[in-house]
């Protein structure tokens, strides 16, 4: 323990506010009072709020919920508008075709959310149960006790300068210990990274796999709304060699939530998802819903597609992973709450079994267990082969993936692999040089209008926390051979190349305007650029996204 820091003890903190902590949180304060027992719980949540941070698309599958609250309508939980019509398009530069929609992404009692006020509203729920939540503290290195085992965390320092120096508003960091502490961090989270390493977490795992989503809300035109529509696209304006897709969903009260999701394996280092995304607004079949709106937010965030066979070990001594940070997603329904909230609850089950237990040992291991009996690990083996089936193209992965689910319902004798995305980049000299129509500002937008509407902010004066390896790596090798591609694949301008009209072009780093998606430490090609939390309550503050 530093001298300088305080300590807090509690018997499970929980490192990450989305709803696989919460979840957790809440099932573990509800299996204690059913018991009649007293279990101390924190929760970490490093944005300003509960959902600050929080961004996907989102339609929710229930169930889950229902698990964790029956009365979740009496409760009020902030599921407004029940799913309608599915219809999924192919996309030609002017044309669609309605292609038939797979039974996964059928949504039939499904419900159109924002999934930062539901989780919102799932910290309400946990507070009542008497959850600790801090909101607004990083966590930001892992503790350990002498054996080894996890012992909790540490928030970041406040108040250390850009040079290093402590600043007349320095406060040192909290240490929260735990008997055992789980991190539920989301997508490729900075401390799940130390402790896959420590851990040898990964091993004989195939690599996690990724996209990137970046959502625009918008406030259309009545006549054009239509509550509870669900649109999903493939095709234009990517190529047939690029995965991604769009969606399109109608809330309440004129709102519409439209995005775009790449896949982060694709090789073209020109390609810009975030001027994809804006093209994508602008084809004929598509337009039509925007035009008379205004946009009112926008953020992005990396996810975790990898699936069953890239689920790395799930626990270890002192310690669990749950939620996106541990890959609970379903790639072809473009679902993973209800996961998330599953494996948080199963968490739970386990965590209080084994606190309960003096000869248990430091590590949970029945948790893994436990998950692997449930419906959720079903769900994932099932569909495991659909995402690496579209290594081979579009057409390819959609026949594929018609296969796989009518043929041979989930279960083919075999499971295709993964490989890391960061290393399928090529050379910018042999792909074809992309060239993006400038935006309009009424449909299209630039990044940094849209980063200023996601209400990201950063304490002025604070270390970078984007930080390189090797400086000179920039220049010689993602400038030299890739044409800097974190300038394009970074969907808030973080990463800028200037000096070039001089001869000597050198990488500005732009740390105010990162949006915390976490894309630059996956797909930089020589893993030279790493992600560490900035001071607590920085970065976005998205507002019903």
């Not at 930001?140 to 508003?169: C, F, H, M, P, Q």
């Not at 990724?210 to 493939?234: C, S």
């Not at 089936?389 to 041979?408: C, H, M, N, Q, S």
């Not at 949006?515 to 992600?531: E, G, R, V, Y």
Request: with cysteine; glycine share 12%; hydrophobic share 35%.
């Amino acid at each position: 323990m530093r001298s300088d820091r305080e300590a807090m003890e509690y018997d499970v903190v929980i490192i990450g506010g989305g709803p696989s902590g919460l979840s957790a949180a809440i099932h573990l304060k509800q299996l204690a009072a059913s018991a009649g027992q007293e279990i101390s719980v924190c929760l970490l949540e490093k944005g300003a709020e509960i959902g600050s941070h929080i961004l996907s698309g989102a339609v929710l599958e229930p169930g889950a919920l229902a698990e964790l609250f029956p009365d979740w309508q009496a409760r009020g939980a902030p599921l407004n508008t029940p799913a309608g019509e599915d219809r999924l398009l192919f996309l030609s530069e002017a044309g669609a075709i309605k292609l038939p929609t797979p039974p996964q992404m059928g949504n039939h009692g499904n419900y159109i959310i924002s999934l930062g006020n539901f989780c919102r509203w799932l910290g309400e729920q946990a507070e009542a149960l008497g959850v600790e939540i801090y909101p607004g503290f990083a966590a930001a290195e892992v503790l350990y006790r002498e054996d080894g085992s996890v012992k909790g965390v540490a928030t970041g320092d406040v108040g250390i300068g850009k040079d290093g120096e402590a600043t007349a508003n320095f406060q040192p960091g909290m240490e929260l210990h735990a008997r055992q502490t789980v991190f539920a961090e989301g997508c490729h989270g900075s401390l799940t990274k130390i402790l896959t390493a420590k851990f040898n977490l990964r091993d004989g795992i195939d690599p996690q796999t990724y996209g990137i989503g970046i959502k625009e809300l918008w406030e259309i035109d009545p006549a054009k709304h239509q509550p509870g529509l669900i649109v999903h696209t493939v095709g234009w304006p990517l190529t047939s060699d690029t995965y991604g897709g769009s969606f399109l969903y109608h809330l309440e009260n004129n709102m519409v939530a439209v995005g775009m999701v790449v896949g982060l394996d694709y090789k073209n280092p020109w390609l810009s998802p975030f001027e994809e995304f804006q093209r994508y607004k602008t084809h004929p079949s598509i337009k039509g819903f925007f035009e008379g709106g205004r946009r009112i937010s926008y953020g992005a965030r990396a996810l975790s597609e990898g699936g069953y066979q890239s689920v790395p070990k799930l626990s270890f001594p002192g310690g669990l992973l749950i939620g996106d940070t541990a890959g609970f997603l379903n790639v072809p329904k473009i679902k993973g709450t209800h996961m998330a909230m599953k494996s948080g609850m199963v968490a739970a089950v386990a965590l209080f079994a084994h606190l309960g237990n003096p000869d248990a040992g430091t590590e949970a291991v029945d948790y893994a267990a436990q998950l692997k009996g449930s419906w959720l690990w079903t769900e994932l083996y099932q569909v495991r082969n659909i995402r690496p089936a579209f290594k081979w193209g579009l057409y390819a992965g959609l026949a594929y993936g018609a296969i796989d689910t009518y043929l041979f319902r989930g279960k083919a004798p075999w499971t295709m692999r993964h490989h890391s995305d960061h290393s399928q980049l090529k050379g910018k000299n042999v792909c074809e040089k992309i060239n993006y129509p400038k935006p309009d500002g009424k449909l299209t937008f630039d990044r940094l209008s849209s980063v200023f509407i996601s209400g990201t902010n950063h304490e002025e004066n604070q270390r970078c926390h984007l930080t390189l390896k090797d400086q000179s790596v920039a220049i010689d090798v993602n400038y030299a051979r890739y044409g800097s591609p974190e300038t394009r694949y970074c969907p808030a301008g973080v990463y800028e190349i200037i000096g070039e009209e001089t001869g000597s072009p050198r990488l500005q780093i732009n740390g105010q305007n990162c949006l915390h998606c976490k894309t630059c430490d996956i797909k930089d090609p020589t893993q030279n650029i790493t992600w560490t939390v900035p001071e607590g309550g920085g970065g976005p503050n998205y507002p019903n996204m």
